[in-house]
């Protein structure tokens, strides 16, 4: 099947910065109430994400990964500061226009896989295209494309208890890249793999960032998965110190 004009849109425009960086945080503060009082998980963040590269997020359980992630993906929004992802300034969404820019361009991959357990490989797969306008034959071949690009081409009828850790998470990634998103989100997609997995998952996923030219943001606290690749922002108490910030 021929895909090339469904890939993502990859037009220059004048504005290098949002060229070169699929999302640029600014002054973000993310605080949350706890028992009468704000605790500060995120403070002042300032960064700018490579676009059409892996950018990995290290820190510590509890560092404020899962919080940073969850604002670049739209997830929540910051208290204070502002947030570009591909030119747009997303804070200034209404929530209907949020969720539609997020279906359109973002990906999400969970360390607990969140797919559907009563559905087979090839419907959590098509899943995501429900919402947008594609036909059931259309819906099929994406599904099916994106299945064979994670080597997962023969499991399209398998029901997910009968498919293993690793193989669950490949089905993510391929319902992640299925509506062809700029952005791919990774929180912890190793946390419940043995290590050998774990390496296959991460290698996959840097293949997928070179086939498709997506950004992918990954966050791990294990350190040693990353080996060499990629770029690296390292959170410790909410404070970013990152590779790679604006010029
Ligand atoms: N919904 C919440 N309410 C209150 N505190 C939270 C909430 N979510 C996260 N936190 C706190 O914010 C800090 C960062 O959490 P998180 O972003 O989940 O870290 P990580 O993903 O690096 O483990 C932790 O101290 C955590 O307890
Ligand atoms: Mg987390």
Do not use: W
Not at 18 to 28: M, P, Q, S, T
Not at 64 to 80: A, C, E, R, V, W
Request: hydrophobic share 35%.
């Amino acid at each position: 099947m021929q895909l090339g004009n469904q890939l993502p849109l990859r037009t220059t425009t004048d504005n290098p910065i949002e060229d070169k960086y699929i999302a640029v945080f600014k002054g973000v503060d993310k605080k949350y109430n706890m028992d009468g009082y704000q605790f500060t998980a995120i403070k002042n963040a300032e960064c700018a994400i490579p676009r059409g590269e892996i950018t990995f997020v290290l820190g510590p359980s509890g560092s404020g990964k899962s919080t940073f992630l969850n604002m670049l993906g739209m997830l929540d929004k910051p208290n204070q500061g502002q947030i570009t992802i591909l030119g747009q300034d997303v804070l200034a969404m209404d929530d209907n226009q949020a969720a539609d820019f997020r279906s359109r361009h973002i990906g999400f991959i969970f360390q607990s896989f969140n797919l559907i357990p009563v559905l087979s490989v090839r419907e959590n797969v098509e899943f995501p295209l429900l919402r947008h306008n594609v036909s059931r034959r259309e819906r099929r071949e994406k599904a099916d494309y994106y299945l064979e690009s994670v080597g997962l081409k023969d499991y399209s009828h398998r029901r997910l208890g009968e498919i293993s850790g690793g193989q669950r998470q490949r089905v993510a990634i391929a319902r992640a890249l299925v509506t062809t998103p700029e952005l791919v989100i990774a929180d912890e997609p190793t946390a419940n793999l043995d290590s050998a997995t774990s390496d296959e998952i991460i290698h996959l996923m840097l293949e997928m960032r070179s086939q498709f030219n997506t950004s992918f943001v990954i966050c791990t606290h294990n350190e040693k998965l990353i080996g060499g690749s990629g770029n690296v922002i390292r959170i410790i108490d909410g404070k970013l110190q990152h590779l790679g910030g604006l010029q």
